[in-house]
């Protein structure tokens, strides 16, 4: 079994995807900018969803990988992890806990081997 745990400060994702177009597009799949578009502040929501992807890469001990490969699904009491790409072979299940208020956005992910 492994942890992983990441901490965002939401204004620091919103002043990156304003700097740098199609940043939005390379880490986030088309589903979970579609569920962060439909909220007042979508960054929250993706920046929840950012501390999903780097603490599931530090539970799985990832040096290099594509942000596309570990994806948010689902939403409320049914949201979890798929694997995706070169990590979809991994053999584990991935539990999440992912949380935001105004200004902070975090993560914590689990990662067991079946």
Request: include cysteine; charge should be negative; hydrophobic fraction near 45%.
């Amino acid at each position: 079994m492994r942890v992983g745990i990441d901490l965002l400060e939401i204004t620091r994702l919103e002043e990156a995807l304003a700097r740098r177009p199609g940043l939005e597009e390379r880490i986030f799949t088309e589903g979970e900018r579609a569920y962060a578009a439909r909220h007042a502040r979508p960054a929250q929501h993706l920046a929840a969803r950012f501390c999903v992807k780097e603490a599931v890469a530090k539970a799985l001990r990832l040096e290099a990988w594509n942000h596309h490969d570990i994806e948010i699904v689902g939403e409320g009491a049914q949201i979890g992890v798929a694997l995706r790409g070169a990590l979809a072979d991994r053999d584990v299940d991935v539990e999440i806990s992912l949380t935001h208020s105004r200004d902070t956005a975090g993560a914590v992910a689990l990662v067991v081997p079946r």
